[in-house]
C-alpha cells in the first residue's frame, strides 16, 4: 500500500502576491488543489483549479500589482521564468514588444512523495526510462520523486539537469524534494544539451535526470549518454509513443525510422507493401510511460517491440497501472491476440468434392484481436471507438495487414485501389453509411459479432433492411463478380432482395457473360451467380 505526502509551501508564494490576492487565498478551500494564479494587466485575477476557474475579487491587475511581484522576485531567465529560493514555486512573465511585463503566471509548485511506487520495479532494472504525458499530468513531480528514491533509496550518483529550476527549485540550494541527488543549472535553455554532456564528462553520475527533452541536439546527446551506460530518466514532448514516432526531431529516442524497400518474396510473406517504415537501431529508452493521470499510467516494458507494432499498423499492448483510493497499485497486463480458429461458415461445406460458394475469410473468435483497415475512416475515429467501446480491435495500417475492411460507401469509388487489394487477398469490405462514431461503432459490433463472413454477405449485412435499394444490391454483386466469380471461379449466393433487385443484379451479371438463377421462396429469394 502507497501512501502519498504532498508539500507545497504555498505561504512562500503567497507572500509575494498583492495583499487582496492573499485575502481572496486566505481560506483552506481556496487553496486546496490551487494550481495556480494568473495575473494579466487590465484583468481581473484568477486561481485556477484542476476543474475550475475563480475570479479572485473584483479589482483588475495594475502596472504596480505586477511591479510589486517582480521586484520581489528578481531577475527572470531567459526563458522568462523566476522563482522563490529553495521552492518550488515558477513565475512565468509574459511581456509586450517594448519588453515591459503585462502579466504573470504563478505556479504552484509541489513535492509529492509517493508517486514512485507506480514504477518502482522499473528503476531496479537500470534501464533509461522515458516519461510522457500532457502538461500538468504530473511529469516534473514524478521526475522529482525519482531522482530522490534513485538518490537515497538505491544510493546511485544522480545528477539533476534542471534546465528552469523545476525540479530542484530556485536559488543556489537545491530543494529537499530530490533528496541527495545533485542539480546542475543551466545559463539559457538552448544549453541544455551542452550540460547534459558536462555532467557526464566531470561528474562521473549513474543517473542522469532531465526535464523536457525537446531538440534534435538534446535527442543526440541523449543517446551519447545512454551508450557510455549511463541511466537517463527524461520526459519528452507527446502524450504517447506514437507520438514521438511522427516526431522526426525525436524519434531517435525510441531507435529512429528509416523507410527500407523488400524484395518481392519478404512483401509477399509480411503481406505488406514493398516500401515499409521500420525501426533503425536500438531505442534510447528502453522503457516509456505514458502518464495519462496522477493515478493512471500506461507502461511500455519493451519499447523497441512496441514501436515495431506501431510502424506495422498495429496497436500498442501496454501494462496499465492505476493507483487506487485506497493507495493499492493495481496492474492491468495487456491481452495478447489469441490465434486464428476455423470455424465453418454458413456456406462452408465439408467434403473434398464441395467447395464454398462465396469466400471464407476468417476472423478470430471471442476475444482475439480483429484487425480492421478503416477506407474513408480516420485512424483516430476507430481508435477513439474502440477504446470507448473496449473493443477487441486494432486498427490495420494497410488492406495488407487487415482482416476485414471497413468502408464509407462513397469511398470505395473514390479509391478503386482499396477495393482491388481487398479483392486478390480475399477480405471482405464491410460498407457503413458515413463515418460517423455511432455508425463505426455499429460496423465494428457487427463484424465482432460473427466468426466467418463472407465477402458479398459482409457487405450487404452492412447495409441491413431498410437499405435494400438499387445502389446496395448492384454494390453487393459487383463484389461478388469481381471479387469470387471471375477471379476464383466459385459461384455467389447474394442475400435476398426484392424482385426489381434482382433483376438489376442478373443485368449486371450478364454484362461479364455470367449466367444467374433465382433460388428460394418467397421473402427468401435471391440470385446465384454462376461462373462462366
Not at 504530473?138 to 528552469?164: M, P, Q, Y
Not at 529537499?176 to 545533485?182: H, L, N, Q, S
Not at 461479364?512 to 427468401?524: N, P, S
Request: aromatic share 2%.
Amino acid at each position: 500500500m502507497t501512501h502519498q505526502r504532498i508539500t507545497d509551501d504555498l505561504d512562500r508564494l503567497l507572500t509575494v502576491l498583492p495583499l487582496a490576492i492573499r485575502r481572496a487565498l486566505a481560506s483552506a478551500q481556496a487553496r486546496d488543489q490551487l494550481i495556480e494564479v494568473v495575473m494579466d494587466l487590465g484583468r481581473v485575477p484568477e486561481a485556477r483549479y484542476p476543474d475550475r476557474v475563480r475570479d479572485l475579487g473584483t479589482e483588475a491587475v495594475s502596472r504596480a500589482d505586477l511591479a510589486l511581484v517582480v521586484d520581489q522576485l528578481g531577475s527572470f531567465g531567459g526563458d522568462n521564468r523566476s522563482g522563490i529560493e529553495r521552492t518550488l514555486h515558477r513565475i512565468s512573465a509574459i511581456r509586450n514588444r517594448s519588453g515591459t511585463v503585462v502579466g504573470l503566471t504563478c505556479r504552484v509548485g509541489r513535492a509529492v512523495f509517493g508517486t514512485v511506487a507506480m514504477v518502482r520495479d522499473l528503476l531496479d532494472s537500470g534501464q533509461s526510462l522515458l516519461l510522457m504525458g500532457r502538461p500538468g499530468v504530473g511529469k516534473t513531480t514524478a521526475l522529482r520523486e525519482i531522482a530522490r528514491v534513485l538518490a537515497d533509496d538505491f544510493g546511485r550518483r544522480v545528477v539533476v539537469i534542471d534546465t528552469s529550476n523545476e525540479i530542484a527549485g530556485d536559488g543556489d540550494i537545491p530543494h529537499p524534494g530530490i533528496g541527495r541527488a545533485r542539480r546542475m543549472q543551466v545559463a539559457r535553455p538552448e544549453l541544455q544539451h551542452q550540460v547534459m554532456i558536462e555532467a557526464v564528462e566531470n561528474h562521473m553520475p549513474e543517473v542522469i535526470v532531465i526535464d523536457e527533452i525537446g531538440t534534435e541536439l538534446e535527442a543526440q546527446a541523449a543517446r551519447t549518454i545512454a551508450e557510455r551506460g549511463v541511466m537517463l530518466v527524461a520526459t519528452a514532448h507527446g502524450n504517447e509513443l506514437a507520438n514521438l514516432i511522427k516526431n522526426p526531431t525525436l524519434a531517435d529516442l525510441i531507435g529512429g525510422i528509416q523507410t527500407v524497400t523488400l524484395g518481392d518474396e519478404e512483401a509477399r510473406r509480411r503481406r505488406s507493401q514493398k516500401t515499409v517504415l521500420e525501426r533503425a537501431a536500438d531505442p534510447t529508452f528502453p522503457l516509456a510511460v505514458e502518464m495519462h493521470s496522477r493515478q493512471r499510467w500506461l507502461v511500455h516494458q519493451d519499447v523497441a517491440g512496441t514501436v515495431d507494432l506501431l510502424l506495422r499498423g498495429q496497436l500498442a499492448r501496454p501494462q496499465v497501472r492505476e493507483l487506487g483510493a485506497d493507495g493499492q497499485l493495481q496492474v492491468q497486463e495487456p491481452v495478447l491476440p489469441a490465434p486464428l480458429a476455423l470455424r465453418p461458415g454458413p456456406n462452408l461445406r465439408p467434403g473434398p468434392t464441395l467447395r464454398p460458394v462465396s469466400p471464407l475469410r476468417l476472423i478470430p473468435p471471442v476475444r482475439p484481436l480483429l484487425r480492421v483497415y478503416g477506407a474513408g475512416i480516420s485512424r483516430r475515429e476507430l481508435e477513439q471507438v474502440v477504446r470507448g467501446r473496449q473493443m477487441p480491435v486494432e486498427p490495420a495500417g494497410s488492406v495488407e495487414l487487415a482482416d476485414v475492411v471497413l468502408s464509407v460507401r462513397q469511398q470505395l469509388g473514390r479509391d478503386p485501389h482499396v477495393r482491388r487489394q481487398a479483392q486478390e487477398l480475399g477480405i471482405p469490405i464491410l460498407v457503413i453509411k458515413s463515418s460517423a462514431l455511432p455508425q463505426i461503432q455499429r460496423g465494428l459490433e457487427r463484424l465482432l459479432a460473427n466468426q466467418a463472413i463472407p465477402a458479398s454477405e459482409a457487405l450487404a449485412d452492412s447495409l441491413g433492411p431498410d437499405f435494400d435499394d438499387d445502389l446496395g444490391g448492384l454494390e453487393e454483386c459487383r463484389l461478388a463478380v469481381e471479387g469470387v466469380v471471375l477471379p476464383q471461379g466459385q459461384p455467389v449466393d447474394l442475400l435476398p432482395r426484392s424482385a426489381r433487385v434482382r433483376q438489376l443484379q442478373a443485368e449486371f451479371a450478364g454484362h461479364y457473360q455470367l449466367r444467374t438463377a433465382v433460388l428460394g421462396r418467397g421473402q427468401a429469394q435471391r440470385l446465384r451467380v454462376f461462373p462462366a
